[in-house]
């Protein structure tokens, strides 16, 4: 079956980087668009960014020019930079797949915005 395997959240500190990244199995990675979704406490889930499978990218306004989404498909990984971070970037992040008109969804991983 096809799995979502997020990591690379943690504390860090406002202004400071994470990367996280996400591994898919069980389906042919490269076609298909992968995203990354958050949800903050108390908040529905919101959509961070995209990348279609021809490397096209769409991301949320309070992203741009922080946040950088990228896809290996030798690797069968997304990722998301993140940089600049801020407390509003706190939340748990959930990597998305879509494609054949299915959508699949990892567990998710923390990522706090803290001093």
């Known amino acids: 079956q096809v799995q979502l395997v997020e990591s690379g959240g943690g504390l860090v500190q406002p202004g400071g980087s994470l990367r996280l990244s996400c591994v898919v199995s069980?389906?042919?990675?490269?076609?298909?668009?992968m995203g990354w979704y958050r949800q903050a406490p108390g908040n529905q889930r919101e959509l961070v960014a995209t990348?279609?499978?021809?490397?096209?990218?769409n991301y949320a306004d309070s992203v741009k020019g922080r946040f950088t989404i990228s896809r290996d498909n030798a690797k069968n990984t997304v990722h998301l930079q993140m940089n600049n971070l801020k407390p509003d970037d706190t939340g748990v992040y959930y990597c998305?797949?879509?494609?054949?008109?299915?959508?699949?969804w990892g567990q998710g991983t923390q990522v706090t915005v803290s001093s």
């Open positions: 990348i279609a499978s021809n490397g096209a990218t």
């Open positions: 998305h797949r879509e494609a054949w008109r299915l959508a699949y």
């Open positions: 069980g389906t042919i990675f490269s076609i298909g668009t």
